[in-house]
């Protein structure tokens, strides 16, 4: 049982340039979430998914794209990265979504867009 | 809109001193309240939560009590290691939005 697995662990690109930040996890778990920590700052959603064929914007959608097309797996896109995209990058996964449970980390993916 | 407010850090003690990190938060509804704690280079992992007012989280010595009175969650612990040293998160999960808003975080740094 791996949990929530995030790869790649690091990455840097350049302005303009597209990336996917994968997500998987192996819980059956139904809602799933990318946050973004940046320094002095919690984390914050960026979008989530309450099942699969079903995503909805956080609280920081701009320049980011999702999609579920499994259970397991729901990828970040970026678009045409920008500077201030760099952060790092946490995938979250729970049971239901319900605000009892426990949402579970995947070990994160640290952008660096030059 | 929902808030977390928790102390900024960093937090320096020495090994066996009394923890205690402040958390208080502004929400609607009846949130669930949680501590996540992050070492270095890795994500985050649950430490404790409390579903409803009065409940009492605890795991590995760490305590904190949900007082929906003064909207608060504090985390303590009686005796902490090094091996404590880590950066600290209160959140909140809402029903309404079905995600965590989480504080700005707080280091802790314990010294032999």
């Known amino acids: 049982n791996a949990g929530v697995t995030q790869t790649p662990k690091f990455q840097v690109l350049k302005t303009g340039q597209s990336m996917t930040l994968q997500c998987a996890q192996d819980m059956n778990h139904e809602y799933m979430s990318w946050y973004r920590q940046d320094p002095g700052m919690g984390l914050r959603l960026i979008h989530y998914?309450?099942?699969?064929?079903?995503?909805d914007q956080g609280e920081i959608p701009n320049g980011y794209n999702v999609s579920r097309s499994t259970t397991e797996d729901f990828p970040l896109r970026l678009l045409s990265a920008a500077p201030s995209q760099t952060s790092v990058y946490f995938c979250?996964?729970?049971?239901?979504?319900?605000?009892?449970?426990?949402?579970?980390f995947g070990p994160g993916t640290r952008l660096t867009v030059l | 809109g929902n808030s977390v407010t928790q102390m900024e850090g960093p937090v320096t003690l020495s090994e066996e001193a009394f923890l205690t990190i402040n958390c208080t938060y502004t929400?609607?509804?009846?949130?669930?309240l949680f501590w996540y704690v992050q070492y270095p280079g890795e994500g985050l992992q649950l430490l404790l939560k409390a579903t409803k007012a009065d409940d009492k989280g605890s795991n590995k010595g760490f305590e904190a009590t949900y007082r929906k009175e003064t909207t608060s969650f504090h985390l303590e612990k009686g005796s902490v290691q090094v091996s404590d040293s880590a950066v600290y998160f209160c959140a909140l999960s809402d029903t309404g939005r079905r995600a965590l808003t989480f504080g700005s975080g707080t280091r802790l740094q314990v010294q032999p």
């Open positions: 979250a996964s729970s049971l239901s979504g319900l605000s009892t449970d426990t949402q579970y």
């Open positions: 929400a609607t509804g009846y949130p669930s």
């Open positions: 998914s309450v099942g699969a064929g079903i995503t």
